[in-house]
């Protein structure tokens, strides 16, 4: 069986629905920014998030939040397939804060471990994926979606929102921002490294420790997880690759592709239902 995906989106929500599988590589160390809550159907799904490596087996349900880094390998030769949830932070913390009322305002919803042997929660999660990639009335949809929620809850914590967070350099956390500030420039890393007061080196050492990423690599990261949402929205590849400072919409495909193993121009097909 060759590697395949199919992915849709819901008006409603915004979430979006993705079963996939894979033999051997599935896709490079890339980052969301939403919540992911998903589960492996089949196989062995094999990957490094937060410094350790991972194996995902059959009833088993991975939770990752945003930007949390990761990549993808089939480690055995059937490969491996899977569904998952992409929620967006906004609807995710506005109906968690329905179920949580004392939940403190200075702070994010928090995953409490990326596997989880849980068989509620995977069939909650199931359930879920079934009625939103089905595109089920919205009455099903919702009620399928308020019993993962409720699941989800006893593998939730909030954590404070710290800014500075004082567990990363501060270096780091500058440039981190200026790159979020200005994700669609020619940034040079000399010109990073003047904005953070120190030299590149510093820099660079200093932002891999915090990030597990060099600037360079966390910029074109944060290029794609936009390219994500413009396309959503249904602008154009070569819109968006001029938009966020991609050389052309070739440079875009080769990235996006290695990241998401889609195109540009059919991610925004199936979220947009638009043609190319």
């Known amino acids: 069986m060759s590697n395949w995906i199919d992915l849709r989106q819901d ?50 349900v991975f939770l990752l939040e945003p930007a949390d880094l990761h990549d993808g390998h089939a480690p055995t030769a059937d490969g491996f397939t899977y569904s998952t949830l992409y929620l967006e932070p906004n609807w995710l913390d506005t109906e968690l804060r329905v179920l949580f009322e004392h939940a403190p305002r200075d702070a994010l919803p928090s995953f409490s471990a990326l596997l989880h042997h849980d068989p509620r929660l995977a069939g909650a999660t199931a359930r879920a994926f079934a009625t939103v990639h089905q595109r089920e009335l919205r009455i099903v949809r919702q009620t399928a979606l308020d019993d993962l929620l409720a699941c989800l809850t006893g593998h939730l914590h909030w954590r404070r929102r710290l800014d500075p967070d004082p567990r990363l350099p501060l270096t780091a956390q500058i440039a981190r921002d200026y790159l979020h500030a200005h994700l669609d420039q020619d940034i040079g890393l000399a010109e990073l490294a003047q904005v953070c007061g120190v030299d590149r080196f510093r ?46 919409q070739s440079h875009l495909g080769r990235w996006f592709r290695r990241a998401y193993q889609l195109t540009p121009a059919d991610y925004r097909k199936r979220c947009s239902n638009l043609p190319d």
């Open 11 to 60: 008006a409603d929500t915004g979430i979006e629905s993705v079963r996939a599988h894979f033999i051997g590589h599935a896709y490079d160390p890339h980052w969301h920014d939403s919540f992911l809550v998903g589960f492996t159907e089949q196989g062995v799904q094999q990957f490094n998030c937060r410094r350790q490596r991972h194996q995902s087996t059959p009833g088993q």
């Open 203 to 248: 820099l660079t050492r200093a932002f891999k420790a915090a990030f597990g990423l060099a600037p360079h690599a966390y910029l074109i990261q944060l290029r794609l997880a936009r390219a994500r949402r413009l396309l959503a929205r249904g602008q154009t590849p070569a819109a968006v690759a001029t938009a966020l400072g991609f050389a052309d």
